[in-house]
């Protein structure tokens, strides 16, 4: 509980902070606010109802005062308003996040079907032509850009066989799947190796050594002994992915047009939508403390003794 409550606090520090510099960006960056958002709502901007609309957003008050404001709003589930599309920014942060939290975990379940069997394979027949095979794919997936995997995929699945909508800007299931084995392509190969290297590590250990000589059966020193002690450093990297994944990975969701987190920050930056790129920056700073919150909580259930140590 003490060490729940630690995390918290530093959860709620780190937000402060990023919520303090992301304010300070957004302030300091050029461009008046008022102009921008009267721009958007194709509105001619003259110099006195330029006057009346800085007040209305705050923005002639100092930056101190801007900031507690809006932090004080933020604390009560309001970020303010798009300039772009004139909606509460919590509002479209919700709409952009499910498609975008669909994409991860497509993503993330076809990364782990791929890479746990082939790095437990590699590991097993480590130094065979089938090790040398997997290796050789692993090293090809991290080398292939995504966007590179993601214009061949709709030309080939798109333009040429007509299995998925090339124009996108949906989020069913036709068009989810090939962004999310975009996705997979690049983290299954940087994961069939980290499974690989904590396989080998792990059979090399003494108590492998002696379950083997108490004559237990290979499979179940395998997935028994072995895999839950390999899935408390990858539940670390698993943690970090998905962070990123749910904050939105603009490339793949641009070439793709998939409405998600990435593809919306990419045009809120580009209309110059500083509510919602504020709403943005702290939701997905959020996104990542909750996530690594959950990560370290995890390690006591899947390895007792990271429990014992804490304690001590």
């Keep these: 509980m003490q060490n729940f409550v630690h995390k918290g606090l530093e959860i709620l520090v780190v937000l402060i902070?990023?919520?303090?510099?992301?304010?300070?960006?957004?302030?300091?960056?050029?461009g008046d606010p008022a102009e921008v958002m009267l721009t958007q709502c194709g509105v001619t901007p003259t110099e006195e109802l330029l006057e009346k609309t800085r007040a209305d957003?705050?923005?002639?008050?100092?930056?101190?005062?801007?900031?507690?404001t809006w932090l004080g709003k933020v604390v009560k589930g309001d970020m303010g308003e798009s300039y772009s599309t004139k909606v509460p920014v919590v509002?479209?942060?919700?709409?952009?996040f499910v498609p975008t939290l669909k994409l991860a975990?497509?993503?993330?379940?076809?990364?782990?079907?791929?890479?746990?069997?082939?790095?437990?394979?590699?590991?097993?027949?480590h130094d065979s032509w089938l090790d040398f095979l997997i290796r050789a794919g692993c090293f090809l997936g991290n080398s292939i850009p995504n966007f590179w995997i993601g214009l061949v995929f709709l030309s080939i699945f798109g333009v040429q066989l007509h299995w998925v909508p090339v124009a996108g800007g949906q989020a069913n299931f036709r068009t989810m799947l090939l962004p999310a084995i975009t996705l997979a392509i690049a983290m299954a190969s940087k994961y069939t190796r980290q499974v690989r290297l904590?396989?080998?590590?792990?059979?090399?250990?003494?108590?492998?050594?002696?379950?083997r000589v108490r004559g237990i059966e290979k499979k179940d020193i395998l997935f028994r002994h072995i895999l839950p002690n390999v899935l408390v450093p990858l539940?670390?990297?698993?943690?970090?992915?998905?962070?990123?994944?749910l904050g939105g990975t603009a490339v793949v969701e641009i070439i793709y047009n998939y409405p998600g987190?990435?593809?919306?920050?990419?045009?809120?930056?580009?209309?110059?939508?500083?509510?919602?790129?504020?709403?943005y920056v702290?939701?997905?700073?959020?996104?990542?403390m909750v996530i690594n919150l959950l990560v370290d909580l995890s390690y006591s259930y899947l390895d007792p003794r990271i429990s014992k140590e804490t304690d001590q």
């Design 17 to 30: 902070g990023i919520s303090i510099i992301s304010f300070a960006l957004v302030y300091l960056s050029p």
């Design 57 to 68: 957003l705050g923005v002639d008050r100092p930056f101190g005062e801007q900031y507690l």
């Design 91 to 96: 509002d479209k942060l919700k709409t952009s």
């Design 105 to 125: 975990l497509t993503s993330l379940v076809i990364m782990i079907l791929v890479s746990v069997p082939l790095g437990i394979l590699a590991a097993i027949y």
């Design 198 to 211: 904590a396989f080998l590590n792990e059979m090399n250990q003494d108590y492998v050594q002696g379950a």
């Design 235 to 245: 539940l670390t990297l698993l943690g970090l992915s998905l962070g990123s994944l």
């Design 261 to 279: 987190m990435g593809l919306m920050a990419v045009k809120a930056i580009s209309a110059q939508d500083f509510p919602l790129i504020q709403g």
């Design 282 to 288: 702290l939701w997905i700073a959020l996104l990542y």
